[in-house]
């Protein structure tokens, strides 16, 4: 048999594509509108180059950090995504990977698998919130995320509930019952592998947000918890700050692409701010967030964490990101490709392809730690960078 060891993110993706039913690699995919912002975010890393060293080069590089008050191996986080079911384990898989590898998770709202589960094979876990629901059902989470051991708080706010694709959307069942899995049958009886791995436990992918509901209630379905939060009224920035005081210790806002908008997350008290246009799933045509980095670090980085997330798929992303100014990167879909193509070892495969690409670009580099990296490590277009808002 093939080894299912594989050496680049790329190639774990192409083997999630072969994996999972079409509908649901589409979903993995995401995407908005035309794909600008997407495309964007991987695009921008290719545009950026390294100017290296070749001779006085350093044996030893270090790359531990601290994040959100966590000490972390590596500068990457497993960023929050909702659709984890597309693994029979799902959110608990990533959860033993990434403490396995010495990394902190976000956990989505949306996830397929309760806070208390994940906390259970992670003490690094961050909930990861939408402005969904009144006030108190917001402090219910953020009690319920407390009482699990959850080490911070990831607010998410860059969503306009998009809905297009020009390439068409997949289609997500409301609930996985007789009739919708007749529908899906003709795509995933043609993925007998993805098929067998929910077979062997017993269970269809559950499409449900524990998380979403108080403990010991039923669940709701992904599309009751996207109808509560569609419903919500939309937070200001007072509000914002209101439900930061509730939370005792790290807090990043996350979906940050605007000077204005960092400086307001800077003034109502967040540790952390992540630059980031959701994956390019949200406002397309939303620049990738490593053309905004350097502008808001410069504009904020003295008062606050700066992390970056979308389009990160290799190491020497990471260390791009990381000299322009970032203190860490959240991945996405690198894990999902991880976990799809093999499930918690995939998911320590892509982390393990990461680290290994860090410490060969710090090499390269000719440095011995990631604080050593500058702006002037990287080259980039003259037009590449962008400014938004004052
Ligand atoms: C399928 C999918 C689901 C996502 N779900 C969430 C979510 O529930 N909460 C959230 O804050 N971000 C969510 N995101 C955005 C990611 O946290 C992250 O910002 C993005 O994936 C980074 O880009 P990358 O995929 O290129 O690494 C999702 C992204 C994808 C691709």
């Excluded at 996830?111 to 939408?130: G, K, L, P, T």
Aim: charged share 20%; glycine share 10%; hydrophobic share 45%.
């Amino acid at each position: 048999m093939a080894s299912k060891w594989f050496e680049t993110v790329a190639v774990a993706q192409r083997r999630a594509e072969k994996r999972l039913p079409k509908s649901v690699y589409g979903a993995l995919i995401a995407g908005s509108e035309k794909g600008l912002s997407s495309r964007d975010n991987l695009e921008s890393f290719d545009q950026l180059g390294f100017a290296p060293h070749i001779a006085g080069l350093s044996s030893e590089r270090q790359m531990a950090t601290t994040i959100m008050g966590q000490s972390v191996s590596m500068p990457v986080i497993i960023s929050p995504t909702g659709v984890q079911a597309v693994y029979p384990e799902g959110e608990v898989a990533v959860g033993r990977a990434a403490a396995n590898r010495g990394v902190a998770m976000g956990l989505s709202s949306f996830a397929s698998r309760s806070i208390e589960d994940v906390c259970a094979v992670n003490n690094q876990v961050f909930f990861q919130m939408y402005w969904s629901g009144d006030r108190d059902t917001m402090v219910q989470r953020l009690e319920r995320a407390k009482a699990a051991g959850a080490k911070g708080i990831i607010l998410t706010l860059d969503w306009s509930f998009s809905n297009g694709r020009d390439w068409g959307s997949p289609w997500i069942p409301e609930k996985i019952n007789f009739t919708n899995a007749v529908k899906l049958a003709p795509e995933a009886i043609a993925r007998p592998r993805w098929l067998w791995s929910f077979a062997k436990t017993g269970h269809l992918p559950d499409l449900t947000t524990p998380n979403m509901a108080p403990v010991g209630t039923k669940p709701p379905t992904f599309f009751g918890a996207y109808y509560e939060w569609m419903q919500s009224v939309l937070p200001s920035w007072p509000d914002v700050a209101w439900l930061r005081a509730q939370w005792d210790g790290s807090f990043m806002v996350k979906g940050v692409s605007r000077i204005d908008d960092a400086k307001r997350v800077v003034d109502l008290g967040a540790t952390t701010l992540s630059v980031s246009n959701h994956g390019g799933n949200n406002l397309d045509g939303t620049p990738a967030p490593i053309r905004s980095l350097p502008a808001i670090v410069d504009a904020v980085g003295d008062q606050i964490e700066v992390v970056l997330d979308g389009g990160v798929r290799r190491g020497s992303d990471v260390v791009k990101a990381l000299a322009l100014g970032a203190r860490a990167v959240m991945i996405g879909r690198a894990y999902l490709w991880g976990l799809a193509a093999n499930g918690q070892a995939g998911v320590e495969n892509v982390l393990d392809v990461l680290r290994g690409g860090i410490d060969s670009t710090l090499l390269g580099l000719g440095k011995s730690s990631i604080s050593e990296l500058s702006r002037d490590d990287v080259v980039a277009p003259a037009d590449f960078f962008r400014k938004l808002g004052p």
